[in-house]
């Protein structure tokens, strides 16, 4: 079965300063997608960033990248200049049929 | 506005009195998913359905039903609710298999007393 781990439970990071959050996950599949959702305290689920795994080539999104590590098994997410807005809790999910969850990562930022 | 609909937001009810938490979306999406959500568990997948009457077990479906008689609605239904169900829930949906992801709910916050 699929699993999708994210070993950093809170990071912490100041204004304008780059973060980097960890995933990895286990699959014997070779085409599937991965995803980083936020979810701020008004709980709403939003997609930050999606990654085909056929493509190794790093998908970005404006503040928002990741680094696609295939054969590693890796995807983790890093933001640039981040904002007070950035704070919440970022869930790292995989996807064949079904989206499977890590645990997330609790993400505080100061000023 | 395209988006997912789940109703109600805050539910509190008492052991063993059945309950519906509906899901509607408006997209034509083909698969829609339902999550739990606990600390320190992430989401957990409940159930999931990728066609109208085709429904399939997550990792959590105990305690739970679920039916996809219309392509919009995917309804969660409690039939005997206990405290262990106490809960944030979610439901999503999306177009299919591929780089779209799901589209989430508001959540349902569900309290068994």
């Known amino acids: 079965a699929q699993t999708v781990t994210q070993s950093q439970p809170e990071m912490s990071v100041q204004e304008a300063e780059t973060v980097t959050l960890s995933c990895t996950y286990d699959?014997?599949?070779?085409?599937?997608?991965l995803f980083w959702y936020k979810q701020p305290p008004s709980r709403q689920m939003i997609l930050v960033i999606r990654?085909?795994?056929?493509?190794?080539q790093n998908a970005t999104e404006n503040r928002f990248s990741v680094n696609f590590q295939k054969a590693a098994k890796s995807f983790s997410l890093k933001i640039s200049d981040s904002q007070l807005g950035d704070a919440a809790m970022y869930f790292c999910?995989?996807?064949?049929?079904?989206?499977?969850f890590g645990k997330g990562t609790t993400l505080s930022v100061s000023s | 506005e395209a988006q997912v609909t789940q109703n109600p937001r805050y539910l509190i009810t008492v052991t063993g009195k059945k309950l519906t938490v509906t899901c509607s979306q408006n997209?034509?999406?083909?698969?829609m998913s339902w999550y739990r959500q606990d600390p320190g568990l992430g989401l957990r997948q409940i159930y999931y359905?990728?066609?109208?009457?085709?429904?399939d077990k997550g990792d959590v479906p105990e305690g739970y039903k679920v039916s996809r008689k219309e392509k919009r609605n995917f309804p969660l239904i409690l039939e005997s609710p206990s405290p262990n169900q106490t809960s944030l829930y979610f439901c999503?949906?999306?177009?299919?298999?591929?780089?779209?992801?799901?589209?989430f709910g508001s959540g349902t916050r569900l309290t068994v007393v």
């Open positions: 999503a949906s999306s177009l299919g298999w591929g780089s779209h992801g799901y589209t």
């Open positions: 699959t014997s599949e070779s085409d599937y997608y």
């Open positions: 990654q085909e795994a056929y493509k190794q």
């Open positions: 999910a995989y996807q064949r049929t079904a989206l499977i």
């Open positions: 997209m034509n999406h083909e698969y």
């Open positions: 359905s990728m066609n109208v009457e085709v429904t």
